[in-house]
Nanobody, 123 residues
Framework: VQLQASGGGLVQAGGSLRFSCAVSGRTNNIYDMGWFRQVPGKDREFVAGISGGSGRTNYADSVKGRFTISRDTAKNTVHLQMNSLKPDDTAVYYC?????????????????WGQGTQVTVSS
């Protein structure tokens, strides 16, 4: 399984960006898909996730109400819409996949990572 992320970039505070993560490769597994972010000197942190089965979503408190994760099952693609961006959202963002039933907060549960994509929010 490979994850190919696209999107991101530079935006002013209050602006919006959209990420996409395309999933490719053969698998019989159903994956939950999510996004993490990391700034230099800090651990990678969970941002948002969507269940591969139910479509249930969950978000970090810091992004609730501003970010929306969605999926296009037919295209095996997951999107992250980021609105009302703040300078604190500046980070490298990573798409991730894990098997259902495990926690997003368990680092060992992440089966696959996409390449990092920089988001910079200027004040």
């Amino acid at each position: 399984v490979q994850l190919q992320a696209s999107g991101g970039g530079l935006v002013q505070a209050g602006g919006s960006l959209r990420f996409s993560c395309a999933v490719s490769g053969r698998t019989n597994n159903i994956y939950d898909m999510g996004w993490f972010r990391q700034v230099p000197g800090k651990d990678r942190e969970f941002v948002a996730g969507i269940s591969g089965g139910s479509g249930r979503t969950n978000y970090a408190d810091s992004v609730k109400g501003r970010f929306t994760i969605s999926r296009d099952t037919a295209k095996n693609t997951v999107h992250l819409q980021m609105n009302s961006l703040k300078p604190d959202d500046t980070a490298v963002y990573y798409c991730a996949a894990k098997l259902s039933g495990s926690s997003w907060y368990d680092a060992l549960a992440i089966e696959h990572w996409g390449q990092g994509t920089q988001v910079t929010v200027s004040s």
